[in-house]
Structure formats: structure tokens, C-alpha cells
């Protein structure tokens, strides 16, 4: 009888070790997981936040260049012309991310030599006033104004 309650306490005792281990292995698993999940939701949030502030620099510098809200075909954007030169500044959005080309006056956009800015899906942009410019991107909208 002893030996048969001792192998029943062996028993309970390996069944114990093995619960203790899968759960220390799940918990460890799903650490892991939750973790990566917020890495990847700061990198998107950054990535949204610095696009934003890109964008809304390139019309504050642009003051003595006409800015223009304008669909590019299928890609949506701006174009800043630069009111002292034959060239202009095209940034808009295409197979979600945002790009911007440096180019003559009335060239069209051609994404195999545009600078890739960031990954979006979705940049809208639209005066609101004169020169109230509103720009909507996943990470919300921004204002700048386009004249001092």
C-alpha cells in the first residue's frame, strides 16, 4: 500500500511540476506578444506623427510659394510651386505612402523617383479659408496657416 500511495504522490507531484511549467511558458508567450503589439502601435503612431509635422513644415516654409490641394489620378496630395524658379514640390499619397517629388512646373508624378516620406492611408488635404490649410492623416487633422 505504501508504495502504491507513493507512486500516486509522484504522480500528483510530476502533473504539478508540468501545470507550473506550461503555465510559466504561456505567460512568457503572451508577454511577448502584448509587447510587440505596443512596439508596433508606437512605431505607427510615430511614423503618423512625424509625416504630419513633415508635411506641415513643407507648407510653413513655402511663404512666398501658391499652394495647391490637387488629385494626381488616383493619388491624392499637394503641390507647392515655388513662385521664384520653373520648379514645384508634389507630396501626395499612393499604395499607402506618402511621397514627394521635386520636378519642373506641370510634370506628372512618377512614383519611381518620388522620396518615400512615410507609410499612411489616409492623407486628405483642403483649404478651409484663404489661408486656412487643414491636412488629414490616420493621426488626425492639422491646421497651418499658408501666408503671414
Do not use: C
Not at 512605431?43 to 509635422?53: G, H, I, K, P, T
Not at 510653413?60 to 521664384?84: R, Y
Amino acid at each position: 500500500m505504501d508504495r502504491k500511495g507513493r507512486s500516486i504522490g509522484d504522480l500528483l507531484s510530476t502533473i504539478t511540476v508540468a501545470v507550473l511549467f506550461l503555465v510559466i511558458i504561456l505567460l512568457v508567450v503572451f508577454t511577448a506578444q502584448s509587447y510587440r503589439h505596443g512596439t508596433d502601435k508606437q512605431q505607427e503612431n510615430d511614423n503618423s506623427r512625424a509625416v504630419l509635422a513633415y508635411v506641415a513644415s513643407a507648407v510653413k516654409d513655402s511663404v512666398t510659394s501658391d499652394i495647391t490641394p490637387e488629385n494626381f489620378g488616383d493619388a491624392s496630395g499637394l503641390t507647392i510651386s515655388d513662385a521664384n524658379s520653373e520648379y514645384e514640390r508634389k507630396i501626395y499619397i499612393k499604395d499607402g505612402k506618402l511621397l514627394e517629388e521635386y520636378a519642373r512646373k506641370g510634370r506628372e508624378i512618377s512614383s519611381d523617383d518620388a522620396l518615400k516620406i512615410g507609410k499612411l492611408k489616409i492623407f486628405e488635404v483642403r483649404y478651409i479659408d484663404d489661408d486656412l490649410l487643414e491636412i488629414r492623416t490616420d493621426l488626425g487633422t492639422s491646421y497651418v496657416r499658408t501666408k503671414k
